[in-house]
């Protein structure tokens, strides 16, 4: 009787057919699996390893090297929630956001969304200054927020078929023509 090969593998397992007299397994199609030169060449088919067949992985992590190097995939876990996945010193892993990485937000804040959110709308106010209040404005849709060399200003919708155009006269260098 010839011999076989048994892949162990997450479910039932392969078996692979008798080995030909070369000493390698038989050309041809088994399964997923194609065997050609001579049986010296094995692909497996597109699509044929899954999630299932790869490895269980830790919970709330990611598979890779977090490592600058070349070597075995790993799991990349997030030990808590609210972080996120960074490289910093060539490494990865997951990381709270610092209060130092964000515009606006003092080494004393804490790092909650609403924190976060407060601070994107600061620098959002500070460095464009009145935007935000004529984002707040605009109420008609189709509605056009500008500038007008000197402060934020709503450029309301045009009539069905007009096109906007730039006029140099215009309050906020646009018109509706």
Do not use: H
């Amino acid at each position: 009787m010839a011999a076989s090969i048994i892949n162990a593998g997450p479910s039932d397992g392969f078996v692979f057919p008798p080995v030909s007299s070369g000493g390698g397994l038989s050309d041809g199609s088994y399964g997923d699996i194609a065997v050609s030169g001579g049986g010296t060449v094995m692909d497996i088919a597109a699509g044929a390893v899954g999630n299932t067949e790869l490895r269980n992985g830790a919970a709330c992590s990611v598979v890779g090297r977090s490592a600058n190097t070349v070597g075995a995939l790993a799991d990349i876990a997030a030990a808590a929630n609210d972080r996120y996945l960074a490289r910093s010193a060539n490494a990865l892993s997951f990381k709270q956001i610092a209060a130092s990485e964000v515009s606006g937000l003092s080494d004393a804040a804490t790092t909650s969304v609403a924190d976060i959110i407060t601070a994107v709308i600061a620098f959002i106010d500070a460095n464009y200054g009145g935007l935000l209040a004529a984002a707040a404005s605009v109420s008609t849709k189709g509605d056009l927020i500008v500038w007008d060399g000197s402060a934020w200003a709503i450029k309301p919708i045009g009539a069905d078929g007009r096109v906007l155009t730039a006029n140099s006269t215009e309050d906020t260098g646009l018109e509706w023509a």
